[in-house]
């Protein structure tokens, strides 16, 4: 077990909004339940990442860092070297969003861009990794000690549960670090609280593989707008958690996605990144398995593209 107490001095406690239109708006369309939303989008770095980056940085007994990342992490990263005077290279795919690249940079780290049509993340690390003196291999879900950062995020909801009466979980999904960490948070705390996975509909590599009982990848990194999801399979540390931990995976279309940024905008004034509205997504999409529940949703980050955003929100 990791000693957590630092990774709680370190992290923002998660924000949590009821907002009374958004309820409405919920109710309009026929799922009159009360919604909790949990944000971390005012978390260090703008995404639950940090949790995660801090943790495995400040347990890591090397004084390099390199991982690969579309940004959340990497940015998280980076800032936790800063923080712990170590340095760190994140390798991203040239595509990522430019808010996140300049961001990663901003933070002092070192940024490889790369085709990912022509190399893939794991080969540009692995090379790095090389050439580099006392580097540690960080990946930005399956690791111990991202999980352990991550289920900082499940103690807090369990100290959460009798005040907000929520009953119930839904958590964006990708490589399966964060609902990973939060059903193991949740667990040390006593809670049995059901906690449910929404992943894109494009990158829905974590529906198949819990329904088949063991990991199933992707083919290509997936082209969803939901960036933070666009992982190949669940990590293997994540899914020893996720087969039995999680009560579903809901898959999430690119559509509803999108409305559901829109709505977090609109209603609860709350800027989220596409793979942060992936929760509130999957209620609209499985509303009927709501009805007459108390969800709370997880909104992991809101660092997105301005271009990109006002696209979202502009649209219809």
Sequence with gaps: MFDLAPVRAAVKPTTIICSRRLDEYLSAIGLAVPVVLASETFQETGSFKFRAAYAAAFHSPHRQLLTASSGNFGQALALAARLLGKDCTVVMPDNSARVKVEAVRGFGATVD??????????????????????????????????????????????ALIDRHKFDCVIAPMGGGGLTAGIIQGLRRMGSQIEVFAAE???????????????IIANSEEPATIADGARTLSLGKN???????????????????????????????????????????????????????????????????????????????
């Design 238 to 316: 994540n899914f020893a958690i996720l087969k039995d931990g999680l009560a579903a995976v809901i898959e999430v279309d690119d559509a509803m996605i999108e409305e559901a940024v829109r709505l977090l905008y609109g209603l609860a004034n709350l800027k989220a990144e596409p793979t942060g509205a992936l929760a509130l997504g999957a209620l609209l999409v499985a509303r009927e398995r709501f009805h007459e529940r108390r969800p709370l949703l997880v909104v992991s980050g809101g660092n997105v593209d301005s271009a990109v955003y006002a696209r979202i929100i502009n649209a219809n």
């Design 113 to 158: 861009l790369i085709d990912t049509g022509a190399i893939s993340r794991k080969a540009r690390v692995e090379a790095l990794a090389a050439k580099l003196h006392d580097v540690d291999v960080l990946s930005a879900y399956d690791c111990a000690r991202v999980i352990a950062g991550n289920s900082t995020l499940g103690e807090e909801l369990a």
């Design 200 to 214: 894109p509909l494009l990158a829905n590599d974590g529906a198949r593989s819990i329904t088949a009982g063991t």
